[in-house]
C-alpha cells in the first residue's frame, strides 16, 4: 500500500492511534484490500495471537470490525480493522473486491480505504474496546463521510 496517514489521539492517558491506508499510485502493485496480514509479516516482531470479528455502534447503526490481538516488542495492543470502499463498510476482502470491481464497472462508489484504530492492552485503566468504541462513538461519522467525500470519480 502506497499511501499511509496516521493520527495519534489520548482520553484518559490511553493513546490511540488511527491509521487509513490507501492506494496513492506510488506502487503499481499496492493494494488496500488483502492489506489484513498488517500486523504479521512473516519475518516481522509483531505477531497476531487472536482475531474475530464483532460489532460495534457508530452514530446509532451496528458495524463489523475485525478484532486483532497483538503481540510484539514494543507490548500488547489491540486493533481494529476494516475497508470501506465508497460507501461500503466490510471486513471481508472478498466483499470489499466484488465492490471494488462493481466501482470499477461505474456499478459503485469508488474509493478504497482500509481502517485501523490500535490501542494499547493489558494497561488495566480502561478497557481498549470500550476505548475504542468511545472514539468511534465520537468521531466515526465524520470519519465514515470524510472518507466518502474524499472517494475519486463519487458517483451521484
Same mark, same amino acid.
Given at each position: ?101 462493481? +466501482? ?16 494499547? +492492552? ?27 467525500? +474524499? +472517494? ?5
Amino acid at each position: 500500500v502506497g499511501g499511509l496517514a496516521m493520527e495519534m489521539y489520548a482520553r484518559h492517558d490511553l493513546p490511540l492511534a488511527l491509521l487509513v491506508q490507501y492506494a496513492d499510485g506510488r506502487f503499481d502493485i499496492a493494494e488496500v484490500v488483502g492489506s489484513n496480514r498488517f500486523f504479521a509479516w512473516e519475518d516481522s516482531d509483531w505477531k497476531v495471537v487472536e482475531r474475530r470479528v464483532h460489532q460495534v455502534r457508530v452514530a446509532g447503526s451496528l458495524h463489523h470490525v475485525e478484532e486483532a490481538q497483538l503481540r510484539g516488542p514494543r507490548g500488547n495492543f489491540v486493533a481494529w480493522s476494516w475497508y470501506q470502499v465508497g460507501t461500503l463498510r466490510t471486513v471481508s476482502d472478498y466483499r470489499a473486491k466484488i465492490q471494488q470491481g462493481l +466501482a470499477a464497472l461505474g456499478m459503485a462508489e469508488t474509493g478504497t480505504w482500509r481502517v485501523l484504530l490500535v490501542t494499547p +492492552a493489558g494497561n488495566g485503566s480502561l478497557d481498549p474496546g470500550a476505548h475504542m468504541q468511545d472514539f468511534l462513538s465520537a468521531h466515526g461519522e465524520i470519519l465514515y463521510e470524510a472518507l466518502r467525500a +474524499a +472517494a475519486p470519480g463519487k458517483q451521484p
